[in-house]
């Protein structure tokens, strides 16, 4: 549908997990700090992207995703036993950013980003959750429109060269040109999840990190 690619749309919403029967909000993106994306640039969840993008300005929307239109099943393949001298730094072993629950960014041998959470730190081993933190759930938005229209040619160029540039979708962009909320580590939960390869070999710390990727 021609009409509803290369739109600027802004929402905002409350997030919930479902699980039997009851809800847990989980994340929330406000008026002031919307979620932000052009349609058709595989930026934001395809299943997210249908629901929103025939909506005006001021529209509410209520729907929920299973995990296969979200984030997928929780794969234990994705949790990783890594080598511990990967998070070492002139030889010593990086204990400010590398600890128990903390959310770290690695790149694969193709120079992929991602992310994973810390599950424990061994004598030799890094154990590294790769899988989406909302992987294997149901999610459900409630929100409203707060910007829908057509994307100015800067916004489409300013996003064609962040994808072309580094590949990465920083935070909040005022502009519009860019997408991504603040409040998980993949930069939204509207936003696809990271990206690994099967195995996740050749994986290393990457201290720049910062970056939310659209790729799984």
Do not use: W
């Not at 009851?22 to 058709?40: K, M, R």
């Not at 429109?145 to 800067?154: G, K, Q, S, Y």
């Amino acid at each position: 549908m021609a009409d509803n690619l290369n739109k600027y749309i802004a929402v905002a919403y409350k997030l919930y997990t479902v699980d039997n029967g009851t809800s847990e909000l989980v994340e929330e993106a406000t008026d002031a700090e919307p979620f932000q994306f052009i349609s058709g640039y595989g930026i934001a969840l395809d299943a997210f992207e249908k629901a929103v993008v025939g909506l005006g300005k001021g529209e509410t929307f209520d729907f929920t995703l299973q995990k296969d239109d979200a984030y997928g099943d929780y794969e234990l393949e994705h949790v990783l036993d890594l080598d511990k001298g990967i998070f070492c730094i002139n030889g010593h072993f990086d204990h400010e950013n590398i600890f128990k629950d903390a959310i770290i960014p690695l790149q694969n041998e193709d120079g992929n980003r991602f992310y994973g959470r810390v599950l424990s730190i061994g004598d030799d081993k890094v154990k590294v959750d790769l899988n989406h933190p909302l992987a294997g759930k149901t999610l459900n938005f409630k929100g409203h429109i707060v910007e829908a229209r057509e994307a100015t040619n800067d916004e489409i160029q300013g996003l064609i060269n962040r994808m072309s540039g580094e590949g990465c979708c920083c935070g909040h962009d005022g502009d519009g040109g860019c997408c991504g909320h603040h409040h998980d580590h993949e930069g939204g939960c509207c936003n696809h999840g990271h990206g690994h390869n099967d195995g996740g070999c050749g994986h290393h710390h990457d201290h720049e990190g910062g970056c939310c990727h659209k790729s799984r």
